[in-house]
């Protein structure tokens, strides 16, 4: 009973440095979607996917490229980090299409020093 | 785009007392509404998913209520324990294939 799960859980970065945060699901849902989650703030819309080989931006997309090649993975890659990108960082995945009925990994803690 | 807020923040209430957490919308043209548990730095739980034709859903103590035509959903926790201590996040679909979540609830059950 894996669900959603996301690797690595914790990460420091450089400035300037690129990562690919791991996101893989076994639950065979089409919808697959990338959170941001800073202190205080709710969590933000990164990339979501409606299914294999379709991906579209959300509300902070910016430093940020997806793709999805398989049902199973979703992987986000940051080019070139920022400090801005210091968060927490939700992978998850539904069966709805109105994105409810979600299930979230239990995220990346990036810190970009 | 959906502007989600909860009201309160931050609350903190004796153990056995009940707990009402509120969730406002501004777009009402949704199917579904869901209530998620996040426990400090955990990942989130999904506790209720309420559809719009129900209006309200159960499981066990938790509550949840939803009135589309005021853009409001009510989080009920009855005779609250210390277990229940955690953040409260309330999520709202909105265009296609997206969720606009609340800032949450953060709530402190004192034993």
């Known amino acids: 009973n894996a669900g959603v799960t996301q690797t690595p859980k914790f990460r420091i970065l450089k400035i300037g440095q690129s990562m690919t945060l791991q996101c893989t699901q076994d639950?065979?849902?089409?919808?697959m979607y990338w959170y941001r989650q800073d202190p205080g703030m709710g969590l933000k819309l990164i990339y979501y996917s409606v299914g294999a080989g379709i991906t579209d931006k959300g509300e902070v997309p910016n430093g940020y490229n997806v793709s999805r090649s398989t049902t199973e993975d979703f992987p986000l890659r940051l080019e070139l980090a920022a400090p801005s990108q210091t968060s927490v960082y939700f992978c998850?995945?539904?069966?709805?299409?109105?994105?409810?009925?979600?299930?979230f990994g239990q995220g990346t803690r990036l810190t970009v020093v | 785009k959906q502007e989600v807020t909860q009201i309160p923040a931050a609350l903190s209430v004796p153990e056995g007392e009940n707990l009402v957490l509120n969730c406002s919308f501004t777009d009402s043209a949704i199917y579904n509404l869901q209530w998620f548990r996040q426990d400090p730095g955990k990942g989130l739980t999904s506790l209720l998913l309420i559809q719009s034709s129900q209006r309200e859903q159960t499981s066990g103590r938790l509550n949840a209520s939803l009135d589309k035509s005021s853009g409001r959903s009510t989080l009920y926790i009855a005779a609250s324990q210390p277990g229940d201590s955690a953040t409260y996040l309330c999520a709202v679909p909105y265009g296609n294939n997206r969720l606009a979540f609340g800032k949450g609830n953060q709530v402190v059950v004192i034993p």
């Open positions: 639950m065979n849902h089409n919808y």
């Open positions: 998850a995945s539904s069966y709805l299409q109105d994105g409810t009925e979600a299930f």
